[in-house]
Nanobody, 120 residues
């Protein structure tokens, strides 16, 4: 029900925009982006409240990443600027039916992930 796209290979300092599109009747309160680098645990990146648009970011991406939504297209975007090699990971979007949270355990639906590779 969630389709993530937009990953790819980019040089350090470059930009990418990820998209997360919901299909079907997905009841959504918030959509979050998470990432998992090789050998590391999955970590929170950003979250947006689907209704009012409130956002919150991990400290590591604040000022560089922007999460936004297009309700008409059922799509959430993650604009990533000033990318660093440490941003290399598989990025997942997820939807929560009830909570606006950084806790991945509170999310009900997950996309398949899209790989972002940042070269130095």
């Amino acid at each position: 029900q969630l389709q993530a796209s937009g990953g790819g290979l980019v040089q350090a300092g470059g930009s990418l925009r990820l998209s997360c599109t919901a299909s079907g009747r997905t009841v959504t309160y918030a959509v979050g982006w998470f990432r998992q680098a090789p050998g590391k645990e999955r970590e929170f990146v950003a979250v947006i409240n689907w209704i009012v648009g409130s956002t919150f970011y991990a400290d590591s991406v604040t000022g560089r990443f922007t999460i936004s939504r297009d309700n008409a297209k059922n799509t959430v975007y993650l604009q990533m600027n000033s990318l660093k090699p440490d941003d290399t990971a598989v990025y997942y979007c997820a939807a929560s039916k009830k909570r606006w949270t950084t806790d991945s355990n509170s999310y009900d639906y997950w996309g398949q992930g899209t790989l972002v590779t940042v070269s130095s």
